[in-house]
C-alpha cells in the first residue's frame, strides 16, 4: 500500500519523489480462514486500527471479541475489503477458493496477501486480474508450483511483492518446528494422543 519496492527503485535511481500510499488505519481487512494463525494476523491489523472482516468455514469468537465481523456470501466479503489476507490450509475444498468471480468483486484499491498455500488462489486469474488493473496489487509468498518458474508472469508485473515461500521461515520458528516434532515423537512412542490427526 506504500509501494515500498518502487520507491527502492526511484531511491536508487537517482529520483524522489513518489505518489503518496495509503494507510492502513480503518481500512477494511478481511481474514480469509480464522484458524489460529488467521486470528493472530487478525490481532496486528486490529492494533493497527483496522475493520475485521472474515471469512471461514467456522466461526470463532475469539475472532468476534477482536469486533471481527462474519460474512455469510463470500462475493459480499471480497467486495468489501480493501485487503485481503488468506489463511487457509490446502486441501480439495479450499483449491482456488480465490477465482475470477472472487478478484472481480474485490474492490479496484484493494489487495491480496497469500502467505498460506499457493493452490488457494487461482494463479492464472490472479496474474490477469494483477495485468488488467482490477485490483491494486498483491503480495504473494507462496505459489500453485514451488519454487517459481522462471516464465511465471507474476515475475513481470509491477503491482505484485513476491517471496519464496519465507513468511514462516525464521530461526525461532525452525526452532519450535523442531521441539514440536521431537515431542510429537516421544509422545507417540509414549502412546500419548498429543496432536493426533485422525
Not at 145 to 170: G, Q, R, S, W
Not at 180 to 196: A, P, S
Amino acid at each position: 500500500m506504500r509501494e515500498i519496492p518502487k520507491s527502492d527503485k526511484i531511491i536508487r535511481s537517482g529520483k524522489w519523489n513518489l505518489k503518496p500510499g495509503f494507510e492502513l488505519f480503518e481500512k477494511t481487512i478481511g481474514i480469509l480462514g480464522t484458524g489460529k494463525i488467521g486470528i493472530n494476523t487478525a490481532k496486528v491489523f486490529k492494533a493497527l486500527g483496522c475493520n475485521l472482516i472474515g471469512f471461514s468455514r467456522t466461526e470463532k469468537q475469539e475472532f468476534k471479541d477482536l469486533g471481527g465481523k462474519y460474512f455469510s456470501d463470500k462475493l459480499d466479503f471480497f467486495a468489501q475489503a480493501d485487503l485481503i489476507s488468506v489463511h487457509l490450509p490446502a486441501n480439495e475444498k479450499t483449491k482456488h477458493t480465490v477465482g475470477k468471480q472472487e478478484l472481480k468483486a474485490m474492490k479496484e484499491t484493494a489487495f491480496i496477501i497469500n502467505t498460506a498455500r499457493g493452490a488457494i488462489i487461482d494463479e492464472k486469474a490472479l496474474i490477469q486480474s494483477l495485468e488488467n488493473k482490477e485490483i491494486a496489487g498483491a503480495g504473494i509468498d507462496v505459489f500453485e508450483k514451488e519454487p517459481i518458474a522462471i516464465e511465471n508472469k507474476l515475475l513481470k508485473l509491477d503491482n505484485v511483492v513476491l517471496t519464496p515461500h519465507i513468511a514462516y521461515k525464521t530461526e525461532e520458528a525452525l526452532q519450535r518446528r523442531a521441539e514440536v516434532t521431537v515431542k510429537n515423537i516421544i509422545d507417540f512412542l509414549e502412546d500419548k494422543d498429543t496432536n493426533k490427526v485422525g
